[in-house]
C-alpha cells in the first residue's frame, strides 16, 4: 500500500546509480595522481587510465546487486535507515564482486585506487538520494500530494492501520479519517466522519485516493457490498483481514501452488536480514571460538573439581516459531537442582511466577562465580554454531513458562532467540524475562542488524560489571 517512489523513479534511480559508478571511474582517475605524496600509497608518475572495459561492468554490476536487494522496490526502504542499510549492503556485495571481477581480468589494478572508487561510489549514492529525500518532502508539503486514506471501521484493526500511516506522515500519507457504524464510537471519536452509508459523499468531499476496509470478521458481509458500490470510483481498495490479530508477529501472503494464502507465523525478518544476522553470527563466533575453547577447558577443571561430573547442563528451552531444542550450559548447581527448583520458586503480589532469586541455594561455589561474569554461556556458542540461537535476540525460555504467557507475549519467538539481547542490556536477571516481554517485543519490532552490535557491546560492558547476573 505504501509506496516511496513509483516505477518511473525506480528507473531514474538505476540511471542515477549507472551514472554514478561512471562518474566515480571517471573521478578517481583525477584523484589519484593527488593521492601520490602519501608515504603509504605507490607513487605513479604517469596518467591513470582506467580500461573502457570497467566502464561498462562496473555501472552494470553494481546495479544488478542493487536490484537484487530490493533497493529499486518502492514498497520497502521506507525509513532512510532502511534505505541507507540497504546502500551499505550493496556496497559491501558490489565490492567483493568487483574485486573478484579485477582478479579475473585486470589484476594490476591499484588496490588503492579500487577502495577509493568503492568509498567514493558509496558516499555518492548517499548523498544523491538524501538530495531526492529532501526535496519530496519539501514537494510533498507544499503541493499536498501524496495518499489521502480513508478506513473503513474505527475498531482495533483500523487504529492500527492509523498508527502505521501516522508513523510514515513523511511519506505524505495523510489519514483523512474514519466511517463507522456503531454511533457511541461517532459520538465518542471526532475522527469518524459518518457512517459506511457516507462513504462515495466522504470519497468526492476529501478527495479520497485509497480506500482501507478494517471491519471485524462479523462485519464482513458488508464487504462484497462496499466493494461493488465502490467499482466506478477511481480509488484503491485494500483490506485488512481481522485475522492479522491470531498472527504470532506480523502476517503475510504466501503463494501455495497457485492459491494464495495467509501465513500467520510469517517471520519478523526478512531473507536478507536472516542471511546478514546469520553469517554475522558465524563471522563472530569462528573469531572467538578458538579462545573461548580455552576458557571452557578451565571452566571445565574448575567444575569438576568443586562438584564433580557432570560438566555440561541441558535443557529444553522454546526456540523461533516455538520449537523445542536442548540449550547446553556449564552446570552452575548441584546435580539434583530440577528436582528441587520447588524449593525456590514463589510468586509476587501479581501472581506472577518468580523462578530465580540471589540467594538460591542450589548453586555451586565456582558456580555462583560463573553466574556472575556469564561464562556459564560459553556452550551456547555451539547451539548458535547449529542454528538453534543466535548471537541476539530474545532470550529462549523454559517451556512451562511459556505455558503460562499470554498470546500477546508469544511475539517474542517470531525471531530467532539469542545469547544476549534487549532485555539483558535493560535488567538481566533484575528482570525476569517472562514478565517483561516488551523489551523483546522492542527488539523484534526495530530489528536491524546494527541493533544487534550496539547489543554486543553493551552486553560486554554490562557482563564486565557483573550487573544482574546471579
Not at 462485519?219 to 466506478?232: G, I, K, P
Not at 554454531?385 to 511459556?402: D, F, K, N, Q, T
Amino acid at each position: 500500500m505504501l509506496r516511496r517512489f513509483s516505477t518511473n523513479f525506480a528507473v531514474f534511480s538505476m540511471i542515477m546509480d549507472i551514472l554514478t559508478v561512471v562518474f566515480s571511474l571517471w573521478a578517481i582517475e583525477r584523484i589519484r595522481p593527488l593521492l601520490s605524496p602519501l608515504t603509504f600509497i605507490k607513487d605513479l608518475p604517469d596518467p591513470i587510465r582506467m580500461p573502457f572495459t570497467l566502464y561498462l561492468a562496473f555501472p552494470i554490476l553494481w546495479a544488478l546487486i542493487m536490484a537484487v536487494l530490493s533497493v529499486y522496490d518502492g514498497h520497502k526502504n521506507l525509513r532512510i535507515v532502511d534505505e541507507y542499510t540497504s546502500l551499505t549492503l550493496s556496497a559491501i556485495f558490489a565490492g567483493i564482486t568487483l574485486a573478484g571481477f579485477l582478479y579475473l581480468t585486470y589484476r594490476d589494478t591499484s588496490r588503492a585506487l579500487f577502495v577509493l572508487f568503492i568509498i567514493l561510489t558509496y558516499v555518492f549514492l548517499l548523498t544523491w538520494r538524501a538530495f531526492v529525500r529532501i526535496l519530496y518532502r519539501a514537494r510533498n508539503s507544499s503541493m499536498n500530494l501524496g495518499q489521502h486514506i480513508l478506513i473503513l471501521g474505527a475498531g482495533l484493526v483500523g487504529h492500527n492501520v492509523q498508527a502505521r500511516i501516522n508513523e510514515h506522515k513523511h511519506l505524505g500519507v495523510i489519514m483523512e479519517g474514519f466511517l463507522d457504524d456503531d454511533p457511541a464510537k461517532r459520538s465518542s471519536q471526532p475522527d469518524i466522519l459518518g457512517s459506511l452509508d457516507d462513504i462515495r459523499m466522504i470519497i468526492r468531499e476529501k478527495g479520497i485516493t485509497d480506500v482501507v476496509i478494517a471491519l471485524p470478521t462479523r462485519a464482513y458481509e458488508r464487504v462484497n457490498s462496499l466493494v461493488s458500490e465502490l467499482q466506478d470510483l477511481a480509488v484503491q481498495i485494500w483490506i485488512v483481514p481481522d485475522y492479522f490479530n491470531l498472527a504470532l508477529h506480523q502476517a503475510k501472503i504466501e503463494d501455495f501452488l497457485g492459491l494464495p494464502m495467509l501465513d500467520l507465523r510469517a517471520p519478523a525478518l526478512i531473507e536478507n536480514q536472516r542471511l546478514v544476522k546469520r553469517v554475522f553470527d558465524l563471522f563472530v563466533v569462528m573469531l572467538f571460538l578458538i579462545p573461548a575453547l580455552l576458557f571452557m577447558i578451565l571452566v571445565s577443571l574448575a567444575i569438576v573439581l568443586d562438584d564433580g561430573f557432570p560438566i555440561l547442563f541441558k535443557q529444553q528451552r522454546v526456540g523461533e516459531n516455538g520449537r523445542l531444542f536442548n540449550m547446553y550450559k556449564f552446570r552452575t548447581m548441584v546435580r539434583d537442582a530440577e528436582r528441587l527448583r520447588t524449593m525456590v520458586e514463589q510468586t509476587d503480589e501479581q501472581g506472577n511466577l518468580i523462578h530465580k532469586r540471589r540467594d538460591d541455594p542450589r548453586i555451586t561455589k565456582v558456580g555462583r562465580f560463573l553466574r556472575r561474569l556469564s561464562l556459564d554461556e560459553l556452550p551456547q556458542l555451539f547451539n548458535v554454531l547449529r542454528g538453534h540461537m543466535s548471537l541476539v535476540g530474545p532470550r529462549p525460555e523454559l517451556p512451562y513458562l511459556v505455558k503460562k504467557y499470554q498470546p500477546w507475549q508469544r511475539k517474542r519467538f517470531a525471531v530467532p532467540q539469542g545469547m544476549t539481547g534487549w532485555w539483558q542490556i535493560h535488567g538481566r536477571s533484575d528482570k525476569p524475562m517472562h514478565l517483561h516481554t516488551e523489551d523483546d517485543l522492542y527488539y523484534v519490532q526495530n530489528y536491524s542488524i546494527w541493533l544487534d552490535i550496539q547489543i554486543l557491546i553493551r552486553t560486554i560492558w554490562i557482563v564486565l560489571r557483573g550487573r544482574g547476573a546471579y
